[in-house]
């Protein structure tokens, strides 16, 4: 149950993402400095498992993932598909990022989309569906992508439509159009907004990380349901940028 959008220019990319999750989940922590093999990175963790749905290196590469309602198909002892988007932590390129994932024990991990944005290369979208792995990249790959395991074709039916209500030129979209479809909510809409709520279920954060030449910013608001509405605490995480290996 998420919502991820991006755009890229001539220095980097932008990229939202909106985490929508159970009530029943445990809480998810807010992004914190992490390293693996040298790469320092930032990302949020789950509550319950540990893992991640987005995660941002040193080398300006992004992966975040989600999940995949629309295939039945599960695995008899699952591992966590957080760990998946953990393991390629330490990449350098979207082949790295291919790499990394073929490397990880798909038939024990739930179906699952998987998204990496990196500078200077066509984004990526790897496909697991419990049978193989399907890559996209480049004019096959566009934004928004979402999921829900409500009602799945419908919901992502509805906020794709959002999307050109918010988005004048899809092809190259603004950051304030791609930050106002991420609030974009609607009390009567449930599971149709893009910042959702529904009885059983909401979104708990709203991601948007920016990468330039020399810096990784992950901005992070973490989110809250008053009688109101959403209430939004930020917080900020940076890192400089480090090309090298």
Do not use: K
Request: with cysteine.
């Amino acid at each position: 149950m998420c919502t991820v959008s991006w755009r890229r220019d001539a220095d980097g990319y932008e990229l939202f993402f909106n985490r929508d999750e159970l009530q029943s989940r445990a809480p998810e922590s807010a992004p914190e400095r992490h390293e693996r093999d040298g790469v320092a990175f930032l990302a949020p963790r789950d509550g319950a498992r540990g893992g991640t749905w987005l995660l941002v290196n040193e080398r300006g590469v992004t992966v975040c993932l989600l999940n995949d309602y629309s295939c039945p198909w599960r695995p008899l002892e699952p591992r966590s598909r957080g760990e998946v988007v953990l393991a390629c932590a330490a990449a350098a390129s979207p082949e790295g990022v291919a790499a990394a994932v073929h490397a990880q024990p798909l038939g024990r991990v739930a179906p699952f989309h998987l998204v990496a944005i990196v500078p200077g290369a066509s984004p990526l979208r790897l496909h697991w569906d419990g049978a193989g792995l399907a890559e996209s990249r480049g004019a096959t790959l566009s934004a928004p992508l979402s999921s829900s395991s409500f009602a799945t074709a419908a919901v992502i039916a509805a906020r794709v439509r959002r999307f050109s209500a918010y988005v004048r030129e899809p092809a190259a979209p603004t950051s304030d159009e791609l930050a106002a479809y991420h609030r974009q909510h609607d009390l009567r809409a449930g599971a149709d907004s893009v910042l959702m709520r529904r009885p059983d279920a909401a979104t708990r954060s709203i991601s948007r990380v920016r990468v330039g030449p020399a810096q990784v910013c992950l901005d992070y608001d973490a989110v809250a349901w008053g009688a109101i509405g959403p209430v939004f605490t930020p917080t900020r995480h940076e890192l400089p940028r480090c090309d090298r290996g």
